[in-house]
């Protein structure tokens, strides 16, 4: 089903309510100028400043005042925000404080949203001039924004740590819209978080210049909505790069012989964009053809599992070298079942293929055993196949599984 971009477009335009309603809910208007109602996520009835930052002014201060105030910055950026005396030196000259009484409101706020000294300490060393800001009046509602859709204040307070940007946007004319656009395409707000999770950029972007067009293409293309909300989803940054890279690496994709209708189309997108990514993938292909794998069988496990051309060189290694040394599996015959690598090592494949090893040596089962049919399933299936089905035969063997008896 394809995702109607007008319709997308309309819902990203924020509309103020004269009634104050509950937080955090959603109405739907009719606007003057567009047929089609247009939702909007509404605050209850409270004074938000538009502006991201509240403006200070002051008279020009003499130099004996404004080294003053450099000191007493200073001062307070090491003792109250943690932060080292070089990086306090830095920071203060971005803002001069006059006194604490501004900048304690901002840390009380952040504190009791659950930032830790740490997290503060990088906020404000990225960011000083928050501590200028109405704590009140303009992060307070920002805050209470996210909270209201689902963003838990430990992943609050570690987005923000990691990009305060969010808390310099004005929550009126940035973030609002943002959030209606986003849930006109993802429809949940479980998958928004998961989106912020992953880049704050889904709301500090301007969605018409290449999420927009990237989406519109997608949906032309005959990707359904699920895909590309799984696109959106986990991997944004893939779906927010320049349209004319996109649309590059879409087509690249086909002509590889993914199906748009099918989800590893998307998957194989992500794994193509980037400079990042591209890196990886050659250095994936480099791996997997010093353990025998000819271009074709790289080909063939990249199409069945786009992301294993995204695993870490050690990943691939520790297990190829477990399949290879220690099952005595040909190393080709892993391509056919790409999925495997995912897998780990530890918790699932060493466990499973020793309980394999105990009923091949007593004839209990077949040698010529398939992985898929090993290692897919979920544990459950697996003991009450392997291992409880034997239990009176072989009891050690739940010992064997859970790593007690060493082969």
């Known amino acids: 089903m394809a995702v109607a971009i007008p319709q997308a477009i309309s819902l990203a335009r924020v509309v103020f309510l004269t009634k104050p309603i509950q937080r955090g809910s959603f109405t739907t208007l009719q606007s003057k100028n567009h047929r089609k109602p247009i939702l909007v996520f509404s605050l209850q009835q409270t004074q938000i400043s538009s502006s991201p930052l509240t403006t200070l002014t002051s008279k020009t201060p003499n130099k004996d005042e404004q080294q003053q105030k450099l000191s007493f910055t200073i001062g307070y950026l090491i003792d109250s925000c943690g932060l080292s005396p070089d990086s306090a030196t830095v920071a203060a000259r971005k803002l001069l404080l006059d006194s604490p009484e501004r900048p304690n409101t901002v840390l009380n706020l952040l504190r009791d949203h659950g930032f830790t000294a740490a997290q503060i300490s990088t906020l404000v060393k990225k960011r000083p001039v928050l501590l200028l800001a109405n704590a009140e009046s303009v992060l307070l509602p920002k805050l209470s924004f996210f909270l209201s859709i689902g963003v838990s204040k430990s992943l609050l307070a570690r987005t923000l740590a990691s990009d305060p940007t969010i808390l310099t946007r004005s929550l009126v004319n940035q973030l609002i819209p943002s959030y209606n656009f986003l849930k006109s395409v993802l429809d949940s707000d479980e998958k928004i978080v998961a989106a912020l999770r992953r880049t704050t950029w889904v709301f500090l972007e301007d969605h018409t210049k290449n999420l927009v067009p990237n989406i519109t293409y997608m949906a032309e293309t005959g990707v359904p909505q699920k895909c590309i909300q799984l696109l959106l989803t986990h991997f944004p940054e893939a779906v927010m790069q320049k349209s004319h890279e996109f649309q590059a690496i879409a087509k690249q994709a086909q002509e590889m012989g993914f199906n748009p209708q099918k989800s590893t189309f998307v998957l194989a997108i992500h794994a193509l964009s980037g400079k990042g990514n591209k890196s990886i993938w050659d250095k ?101 196949k392997l291992v409880i089905k034997y239990e009176e035969e072989l009891p050690e063997l739940m010992d064997v599984y859970q790593g007690c008896t060493k082969l």
């Open 284 to 384: 994936c292909f480099e791996v997997y053809q010093r353990w025998g794998w000819s271009e074709a069988d790289i080909m063939c496990a990249f199409k069945k599992h786009p992301h294993c051309m995204m695993l870490s060189e050690r990943k691939i290694n520790r297990t190829m070298e477990y399949f290879v040394n220690e099952m005595n599996l040909a190393p080709r015959s892993i391509a056919q079942c790409p999925v495997v690598l995912f897998f780990s090592l530890e918790k699932r494949i060493i466990p499973r293929c020793s309980v394999t090893k105990v009923l091949v040596s007593k004839g209990l089962m077949k040698e010529d055993w398939s992985l898929t049919s090993l290692l897919v399933p979920v544990e459950q299936v697996f003991l009450e």
